[in-house]
């Protein structure tokens, strides 16, 4: 398109806006029906995605055990040990987080070459190809061709969670970013939920109809893939790709409204700040810059080694070691899972009235009580009935916390903190510290726990105290400020502003 076209289509686009007052400049940055949609394509497509893969490993974790030991001897024809199994059941889940390692470290770089929405699109075709194994896997009666699909469902993970965050970011009005950022939490332990209910014996979690517990995300790539191209780019984007009258467009789709010329001067205005493209290496070299890193850092790992993933993927082998029963396991897990969603809800509109580091602090701190109370009840629990009972609830009550900061705030925090230059680098480098975390609390739980027990939990402890104070110390307040004023307190040699 010719210089001269784009500026008649912008003098024609400001002349329509201009009709329409604001006391502030700025667009209807009220909910608009586009908004929600783009919203809630998002979280069904990418946010969805993660949770339901995060969570399906858990209830349906004795009958894949029972498929590896049947599989195991079909293949070497003999049986493997209690011991082997264990190993196999840890590897398949822990390879979920290698793959989010790479899909969440090369998000920001694909992110910001092809844009957020192309991205998220073809990232759905990982899911086909994850599905395919889970298919060859189940009529081959292969177990570690369910390792290879777990791979491929953690590189479509990996890049949702770092596509996810950053388009509904740059898609929401500025007083919302807090709730729409946990929206993107609140998609996550939705599809934990349902992962679990599907889970249970009585629906998917059965010898016939696992197959169909392990190829529901399928459903989800489907929603995004024939919804998404109804919903623009985000305009953050196309503006820093020079696309203006683009972004023009879909500011007002977004809107749902020709006022946008306040919204416009705004992203324009960071774009102008922050033309240079920010490497990952930049983020290292620069002070400021690196000191927003280690604070994404540190967050990412708060949320990963609080041992919240040992709930998340081992809780029903937790509950059955505590002394209940494994039907009684599978159906407390879902409790845990319900009180998830509840508390997410619940800290959508806490949000933006407490802040992001005020909540964070209460989680943490909610959470080390937790975790001191699971390291003496779990290995009292197979002794002593109370000591089970109080197990459950102290399980309860550690996702409660987890659910009121840290299982939100770390993943859009980043997006916060760095401008729209620096935000892919940053999201990637944040990412693959977060499936980090992940991979080695996937890997670690179960032979931590062979090797010491219920004491697992003092380990999570001493982290819950080191992030906790960290979080007290380090991390500013994000809270209704502008993006560029929050990069900017970092800027100072010392952390008194932080």
């Not at 001269?4 to 289509?9: A, H, L, M, T, V």
């Not at 990996?158 to 609140?186: C, D, K």
């Not at 629990?381 to 009972?389: G, L, P, V």
């Amino acid at each position: 398109m010719g210089d001269r076209d784009s500026k008649e289509k912008i003098d024609l686009l400001l002349t329509s806006s201009s009709k329409i007052s604001s006391e502030n400049g700025h667009s209807n940055n009220k909910l608009t029906p586009q908004l929600i949609f783009a919203t809630v394509v998002t979280v069904l497509g990418s946010s969805f995605q993660f949770g339901y893969n995060t969570g399906v490993i858990n209830n349906a974790q004795f009958v894949l055990k029972a498929f590896i030991n049947e599989s195991y001897h079909s293949i070497h024809e003999s049986y493997p040990t209690p011991a082997q199994i264990n190993v196999n059941y840890s590897i398949m889940v822990s390879i979920f987080a290698i793959g989010g390692m790479i899909g969440s470290f090369t998000a920001g770089y694909f992110a910001d070459r092809y844009g957020r929405k192309r991205t998220m699109l073809a990232n759905n075709i990982l899911v086909v190809v994850a599905v395919g194994f889970v298919v060859m896997a189940h009529f081959l009666e292969v177990y570690y061709l369910l390792t290879v699909a777990r791979l491929f469902f953690g590189f479509n993970c990996g890049f949702n969670t770092g596509l996810a965050p950053m388009y509904l970011t740059e898609i929401a009005p500025i007083h919302l970013r807090g709730a729409f950022g946990t929206l993107n939490q609140m998609g996550i332990v939705s599809a934990i939920l349902i992962s679990q209910i599907l889970g249970l014996q009585q629906v998917f979690g059965n010898e016939k109809y696992w197959i169909l517990l392990l190829c529901a995300p399928l459903a989800f790539a489907a929603v995004q893939t024939l919804c998404l191209p109804l919903c623009p780019e985000t305009p953050a984007y196309l503006v820093s790709k020079r696309e203006t009258v683009e972004a023009y467009v879909a500011l007002r789709w977004l809107r749902g409204c020709d006022n946008v010329e306040g919204d416009m001067a705004d992203i324009q205005a960071q774009n102008e700040r922050h033309q240079d493209l920010v490497t990952i290496k930049h983020l290292f070299v620069r002070p400021a810059l690196r000191r927003a890193l280690v604070v994404a850092i540190v967050m990412q790992l708060s949320q990963q080694l609080s041992g919240i993933n040992a709930v998340f993927y081992y809780s029903a082998d937790m509950f059955y070691a505590a002394g209940v029963s494994e039907a009684q396991s599978n159906l407390v897990t879902m409790g845990v899972g319900l009180v998830n969603v509840v508390m997410c809800a619940i800290s959508v509109p806490l949000m933006e009235k407490v802040g992001r580091r005020s909540l964070h602090l209460i989680g943490l701190g909610g959470m080390t009580v937790c975790a001191v109370i699971l390291t003496i009840t779990l290995e009292l629990s197979t002794r002593y009935m109370w000591a089970a009972h109080v197990t459950v609830l102290a399980v309860m009550l550690f996702v409660v916390f987890f659910q009121s900061g840290p299982g939100s705030i770390p993943w859009f925090i980043t997006a916060e903190i760095f401008n729209q230059a620096a935000r892919p680098a940053a999201v990637s480098v944040a990412g693959l510290v977060n499936w980090t975390g992940n991979f080695i609390v996937g890997i670690g739980y179960l032979p931590l726990k062979d090797l010491i027990g219920g004491y697992t939990f003092a380990v999570f402890s001493v982290l819950l105290v080191f992030f906790w104070l960290f979080t007290y110390f380090r991390v500013p307040e994000t809270k209704g400020r502008a993006i560029d004023e929050i990069a900017a307190s970092f800027q100072s040699s010392d952390s008194t502003d932080l």
